[in-house]
């Protein structure tokens, strides 16, 4: 899904999305730190729905002083099949055997790069991204995705949506059973 940032939007900190089912109450599902668009891994990746089933999602912006603006319209996809990158409900699916976490690619890149990793079981995962003196600049955090492969766009941002520097930085993915890190150079 993705959103338009409110004008001005220099002094967003994140965003809160909010999810629920046809015959739910809203619950709020993750904060996005970086960019304006999110993907829910959770729900469409390799999820079976016996019938078409409406899920509703809305969004609204937090400032540095933690006042939250009006929620977006509300929107609605209808699930009613298998999907993940194509695979239609008669394949069969070829799940990880292992944890990994792929080069980035490009890399080097401009203006953005995709972080591929695998699980071979279901598990909460944390990417982050350090320069090159150790500093943190981005994060991404969910607590529960299921067995799969994943891609995830970082576009050059830190978690103020500021733009990073040019130069060399470490990717690292942690899981309760697994961690593993990348180099890639962003290029301006």
């Keep these: 899904m993705t959103w338009s940032a409110p004008a001005p939007s220099n002094d967003i ?17 993750i904060s996005i730190y970086s960019g304006t668009n999110w993907l829910d891994v959770q729900e469409f990746q390799f999820t079976r729905f016996n019938t078409p089933e409406e899920i509703y999602y809305k969004v609204l912006a937090v400032n540095d ?19 993940s990158k194509g695979i239609s409900e008669n394949q069969s699916l070829d799940l990880p055997n292992k944890f990994y976490l792929a080069s980035p690619f490009p890399n080097p890149f401009n203006p953005t790069t995709t972080l591929s990793f695998d699980l071979p079981e279901a598990a909460p995962v944390t990417l982050q991204i350090y320069d090159i003196l ?20 970082w576009d ?17 993915m942690t899981t309760p059973e697994f961690s593993s890190h ?7």
Excluded at 19 to 27: C, I, L, M, N, V
Excluded at 182 to 187: A, E, I, P, R
């Design 65 to 83: 002083y933690s006042i939250e603006s009006n929620f977006t319209p509300e929107k609605s996809v209808v699930v009613n099949a298998w999907i």
């Design 13 to 29: 900190s994140h965003y809160d999305i909010y999810k629920k089912r046809a015959e739910g109450s809203w619950q709020k599902k």
């Design 182 to 188: 990348q180099k890639v150079v962003y290029l301006k």
């Design 156 to 172: 050059g941002s830190n978690n103020y949506g500021q733009q990073v520097a040019a130069g060399v930085y470490i990717i690292r």
């Design 134 to 153: 150790g500093r943190k600049v981005w994060e991404y955090e969910q607590n529960s995705f299921n067995t799969g492969s994943y891609e995830i766009v």
